[in-house]
């Protein structure tokens, strides 16, 4: 039951934990080529909305549709067709830049010769040629944040989740890294992200504001601030969360 | 207060700080506002006495790092960027444990940051590991004051956690500021720097420039615009007009709107429309008002002078 043009469709999707409901009844859907930000103070069920997404962890009822496919009932189709990328969890520091490549592109199943192909496009597009042979560990977080993207694009996912993916960044790189962000958009792939720079989601078409595992708004970012009477996306976010969000207390699941 | 100058560090071979110094007065918060690989956390290392400078001096709460490091270990509360507490230790047995070392009562959490000890003390037998990073967070302010310092050092407390607990902190920070100690703290997010006294712009171990929050559009050179797209898919096509052009000054994505930075004086608005309109760009659909520059728009007019080879590249595909 695939709905036109959208590239994630969620519906009900609910998770709990026990008594703890982290993901209370989501639904909305993402376009293809949209650029989805998901906003919500740390144990608002992002991290946990994100799993269920991307087919690791099973919804306690309602359901999900990522590229075409249900993320409860067909998992490993889903899975081949994301890529994920987090500041956390992103590079082998003790591995070079073309190492790196290679080591998700074999990981994301690609065969040798669409592997090479994939990769010295990446290479052109970034003009990262001569840092192919150079370790991650002593490379500026600006490129190791290009690097890990592009080690996430690499099998070409319709879907590209990115958790925070610019924590750490100077404010130049940060531009520079949304801009290779908005071009895969271009292109077509769905990206959904969550950051804690708040002015960042003024990089994205629409805004989903979660608290308390709840969908609290749901628009184009500048549409949400007059609607809110917000003077900016701080101030949106301080009156859509602040009221729910407190005390912030909670070790939940997934979410330190 | 802390005096450093001309502190200058080499870290596997390469110059990790070099000619930096603060003077930060008692009872202010200054801000070290810089990206990682900046310097800060070497800088804090120094500055508590971990690490010995290669040249410079600093004096902290009075003492010179340098000959008086047990005095200076004993002004100062640190809180490093790693969590640095104790995970299976519940949130009352890891303030127990900084209370001993320092041969402190432990109840005097409660005269010394009573309001933030407050938002923690119910989840007291709560192991610290299950804390949110918010409350993480303020559970090591808390293990870092509970010997009283004069001198506080926050090294990104507040990365990673979200928006709401992030203001709350500052405000517990403010609240010390107000009690006369003297706090040095360090963010890569940029809108913290609104809450400092003072901060200190540090790129790749050098200082660009320090100054009060307040000073920033001052600072600025020339004038920053603002353009907006009615259709935001234009924007790349806009933003590669405007760097083509000879007289930017730099120009970037700032969410949905570009900022060009126009260093020349005397440049007014309808330079600016008239040049898009002579590339054959409809202007009725389009914006431009100056704006007051951000902390942010400074540091990139800072740092985009001192570009590397790499990100020149970057920007001319």
């Known amino acids: 039951m695939t709905q036109e043009g959208k590239n994630i469709i969620v519906q009900h999707l609910t998770r709990r934990f026990g008594d703890f409901t982290a993901v209370d009844d989501l639904t909305f859907g993402v376009e293809r080529g949209e650029v989805f930000g998901f906003l919500g103070a740390n144990g608002a069920g992002k991290t946990t909305a994100i799993r269920m997404l991307c087919g690791l962890l099973k919804p306690t009822s309602g359901r999900a549709e990522v590229a075409g496919y249900d993320v409860a009932r067909r998992p490993e189709q889903v899975k081949r067709r994301i890529g994920y990328m987090s500041q956390r969890f992103s590079l082998y520091d003790d591995l070079t830049v073309g190492e790196n490549l290679q080591l998700f592109g074999t990981i994301y199943g690609l065969r040798r010769a669409a592997l090479r192909e994939r990769t010295e496009e990446m290479y052109r597009k970034l003009e990262m040629e001569p840092l192919k042979n150079q370790l991650v560990g002593g490379l500026p977080p600006g490129w190791k944040q290009k690097i890990a993207l592009s080690a996430a694009m690499l099998h070409r996912p319709e879907v590209l989740f990115l958790d925070e993916p610019t924590g750490g960044v100077d404010p130049l790189g940060r531009r520079r890294f949304w801009e290779l962000i908005l071009d895969a958009a271009d292109e077509g792939t769905t990206i959904l992200v969550t950051t804690h720079y708040l002015d960042e989601a003024l990089y994205c078409n629409r805004t989903l504001i979660m608290a308390d595992g709840q969908m609290k708004a749901l628009d184009k970012p500048r549409t949400l601030m007059r609607e809110y009477g917000a003077r900016d996306m701080d101030d949106l976010f301080g009156k859509l969360t602040r009221s729910t969000a407190v005390p912030d207390t909670t070790a939940k699941e997934g979410e330190a | ?317």
């Open chain 2, 1 to 317: 207060m802390i005096e450093a100058e001309g502190i200058s560090k080499t870290r596997g071979g390469t110059p990790a700080l070099d000619d930096v110094s603060l003077h930060v007065p008692q009872g202010t918060i200054h801000g070290l506002i810089g990206a990682d690989g900046a310097g800060k956390t070497t800088l804090f290392d120094i500055l508590v006495t971990l690490l010995r400078a290669d040249k410079g001096t600093a004096v902290v709460g009075g003492y010179d790092t340098a000959t008086r490091w047990r005095e200076v270990r004993k002004t100062v509360g640190y809180m490093p960027a790693a969590f640095s507490l104790y995970g299976d230790l519940s949130v009352r047995e890891n303030l127990e444990f900084f209370a001993r070392i320092y041969r402190q009562p432990v109840e005097n959490i409660v005269s010394l940051v009573g309001d933030i000890w407050r938002q923690i003390e119910p989840f007291a037998d709560r192991p610290a590991a299950k804390l949110s990073g918010g409350m993480k967070q303020k559970l090591a302010l808390c293990c870092a004051m509970i010997h009283d310092p004069a001198v506080l050092m926050l090294d990104e407390p507040t990365t990673g956690v979200d928006p709401t607990s992030r203001s709350e902190f500052w405000t517990a920070l403010r609240g010390l500021a107000d009690r006369g100690k003297t706090v040095l703290v360090s963010t890569s997010y940029m809108d913290e720097a609104a809450k400092c006294d003072c901060i200190t712009l540090l790129h790749r171990g050098t200082v660009l420039d320090t100054l009060a929050p307040g000073q920033v559009a001052g600072h600025y050179r020339g004038t920053l615009y603002e353009i907006g797209a009615a259709d935001t898919a234009h924007n790349t096509r806009l933003l590669r007009l405007l760097r083509g052009w000879s007289l930017s000054g730099g120009c970037y994505s700032f969410g949905d709107r570009i900022h060009l930075g126009m260093p020349l004086p005397g440049i007014r608005t309808e330079t600016v429309v008239s040049y898009l309109r002579g590339q054959g760009t409809d202007t009725s659909l389009i914006s431009v008002c100056p704006v007051r520059p951000t902390v942010e728009d400074l540091f990139i007019q800072l740092t985009s002078g001192a570009e590397t080879e790499d990100s020149l590249k970057a920007d001319n595909p």
